[in-house]
C-alpha cells in the first residue's frame, strides 16, 4: 500500500455542516478520538462552532472542529488522513482557520491536548504556547497541556 498521498490538484477549504457527519465520522474512524456520531452531529450543527473541511478530489482528508464564541475559539479537533500528513496539510488547515477568526475579530485560540500526543508539536510549530498543565488529566495518566494562540497583531 502506497504510504503517502501524492496530490495532483489543489486541496480546497470548506466549510462542514450537518450534512458532513457521515463524512467526517468516517474519517475520525482512523484515529483515537473516543468521539460517537452524536458527537459529531453535535458540533456539526452547532451555531456556536466552526467547522471546516480539507478536500482533494472530492475527498475529504482533513477537518478542523472548533467551538467560536467571541473572543476566543477552542480547537475540538483537528486531523490530517494518516496517508496525507506531514505534506503542510495540517498547516494550510489551520493557517485557513486562524484568518477567517482574524476576520472577525477574534483575540486568541485555545486547546487541550495529551503531552503524549505528538500532534502538539504541530500545535507549537503553529504559534501555540502552554500556559497550564491538568495533571493526571487521561485515563493513561498522562497530562493535559493547555495551549493558547494570540490572534492579535503585536508589531501595531
Ligand atoms: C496534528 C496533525 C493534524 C498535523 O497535520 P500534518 O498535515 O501532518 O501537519 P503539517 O504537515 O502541516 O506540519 C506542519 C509542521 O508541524 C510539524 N509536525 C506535524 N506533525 C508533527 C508531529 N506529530 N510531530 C512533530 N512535528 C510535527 C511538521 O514537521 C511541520 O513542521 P515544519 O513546517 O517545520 O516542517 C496530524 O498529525 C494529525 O491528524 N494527527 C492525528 C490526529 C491528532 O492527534 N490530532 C490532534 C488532537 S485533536
Redesign the pocket.
Given at each position: 500500500m502506497e504510504k503517502t498521498k501524492t496530490f495532483n490538484t489543489t486541496p480546497v477549504i470548506l466549510y462542514l455542516t450537518v450534512d458532513h457527519r457521515e463524512l467526517v465520522s468516517n474519517l475520525s474512524l482512523l484515529?483515537d478520538?473516543h468521539w460517537n456520531k452524536d458527537n459529531f452531529e453535535a458540533i456539526l450543527s452547532s451555531c456556536y462552532s466552526l467547522n471546516i473541511g480539507l478536500f482533494v478530489n472530492n475527498e475529504l482528508n482533513?477537518f478542523l472542529l472548533a467551538t467560536a464564541l467571541h473572543p476566543t475559539a477552542s480547537?475540538?479537533?483537528?486531523?490530517?488522513?494518516?496517508q496525507?500528513?506531514?505534506?503542510?496539510?495540517?498547516?494550510?488547515?489551520?493557517q485557513h482557520f486562524s484568518e477567517i477568526l482574524k476576520n472577525r475579530d477574534f483575540k486568541e485560540i485555545e486547546?487541550e491536548?495529551s503531552e503524549i500526543?505528538?500532534?502538539h508539536?504541530?500545535?507549537e510549530?503553529?504559534g501555540f504556547t502552554v500556559f497550564n498543565k491538568r495533571r493526571n488529566y487521561y485515563k493513561d495518566g498522562s497530562d493535559a497541556l493547555l495551549m493558547t494562540h494570540s490572534l492579535e497583531d503585536h508589531s501595531r
Open positions: 484515529f478520538f482533513g480547537i475540538e479537533l483537528i486531523a490530517i488522513h494518516p496525507a500528513q506531514k505534506q503542510g496539510l495540517g498547516m494550510l488547515l489551520f486547546l491536548v500526543n505528538t500532534a508539536y504541530f500545535y510549530k503553529m
